[in-house]
Structure formats: C-alpha cells, structure tokens
C-alpha cells in the first residue's frame, strides 16, 4: 500500500495524485461502511492509504488518514451533520465583491467556518473601482469590526 492525495471528487468517484500520477480510486466497502458520517469520506486535499490495482491504473481507497485542518459547513434541514469541503490545507482565499453584492454577514459565515476549520484565511477584496474611495473605507472599516 501506498499513500496518494485526492485532488477532486466525483459522486463517489475520487481522482487520487500519488507515485503513479493521477487516476481514479474507489472507497472499500469497509471504508464506506465505517463512515460515521459524510465526514468519513475522503475529501479535496486528504491524504489516503491506497492500494493500485491493473498495472497501477486505477486504485482502492483503504484508509483517510488524520487530518491536521478541515473546512466543513453545516448541511441544511433539522439533522446536525456536516459537509467536508477540503482538508489539509493551510490557507482559504475568501473573495467578496466591494460592489452590489457586498454581504458583511455572508463574509462573517466564512471567515468562522474557516478559522473552526484551524485554517489561515485571507480575504480578498475585488471591484473596488466601481464604488467611491468613502465606500470602500466604510466597507473595509466593517470588515475590522
């Protein structure tokens, strides 16, 4: 067995990095059944224990292993579980509009899921030509609230 890094993921297919380039990996079935929750499965940037199967062209998913930062959000409805977006890694560009679609409450929401998930985050502001050299300074004042 060997460890591989999952780069992307496809409805229970998930493309893998590892000693033999990028390919396709599948979850075991006991990895599948263990799954406490949808936060069992591996996700964009997890490291895994894998095994290449077909002259190394295609792999088996055995384990996830420990992750040292997680960014997750809360699924909707009345049941408290949680979607894994991406593990392991470091920083978290968050990207918010000066213009119209300015959202203070939308940019709080991420910057908490981000700092929760022990990642560095690092905020963005784009559009600022389209406003006044007032509303940006207003803006960015609320950002540091």
């Known amino acids: 067995m060997k460890y591989a890094r999952i780069s992307s993921v496809h409805k229970g297919m998930f493309s893998i990095t590892g000693d033999y380039g990028e390919m396709y990996a599948e979850i075991t079935g006991r ?3 263990n799954a ?3 936060t069992g499965y591996p996700v964009v940037g997890d490291n895994v224990l894998v095994d290449y199967l077909n002259d190394n062209t295609r792999a088996v998913i055995y384990e996830v292993m420990n992750r040292k930062s ?3 959000r809360k699924l909707s409805g009345n049941k408290v579980d949680y979607q894994v977006i991406a593990a392991n890694i470091d920083y978290a560009f968050i990207i918010q509009a000066l213009e119209a679609d300015f959202n203070i409450n939308r940019l709080e929401r991420y910057l908490v899921m981000v700092k929760e998930g022990q ?3 690092v905020v963005l502001l784009s559009k600022k030509d389209l406003i006044s050299e007032a509303e940006t300074q207003e ?3 609320k ?3």
Do not use: W
């Open 139 to 141: 803006k960015i004042m």
């Open 36 to 38: 406490d929750s949808s």
């Open 70 to 72: 997680v960014i997750k």
């Open 119 to 121: 990642v560095v985050p």
């Open 143 to 145: 950002i540091k609230e």
């Open 31 to 33: 990895l599948a059944y």
